[in-house]
């Protein structure tokens, strides 16, 4: 099935009111309970970069933590590759390496 990227970035952003941004440290730790759980369920969930992106994107932003989801290509080991990760306060969030070194981004959610 296929859907528009636009509908898409709709249904993961959470509506309603205003929530009080967390702090740095707070999401810190909301990442490190969310990585937790994608671990102990699987094979239930999918692991890999948008399942982790999207299901981050989702809770950070629920939480009020104004954070992106950005989308890239790149060569990776000879072979076109793409990956997704977390923005937050301009720097990739709870990465291995700076994803920006090796994908060029190509779309974004920010809202």
Not at 42 to 66: E, M
Not at 73 to 84: F, I, L, M, R, T
């Amino acid at each position: 099935m296929r859907c528009p990227l636009d509908r898409v970035a709709r249904w993961i952003t959470p509506s309603g009111g205003v929530v009080l941004e967390p702090s740095p440290q707070d999401v810190s730790a909301l990442v490190g309970a969310i990585d937790e759980w994608l671990v102990r369920s699987r094979p239930l969930v999918r692991s890999g970069c948008v399942t982790r992106g999207v299901t981050l994107y989702r809770f950070l932003r629920r939480a009020g933590a104004n954070v992106s989801l950005r989308f890239g290509v790149g060569v990776v080991d000879g072979a076109v590759a793409g990956h997704c990760w977390i923005v937050y306060r301009g720097e990739p969030l709870a990465e291995s390496r700076d994803p920006r070194a090796l994908f060029t981004e190509t779309w974004a959610i920010t809202s």
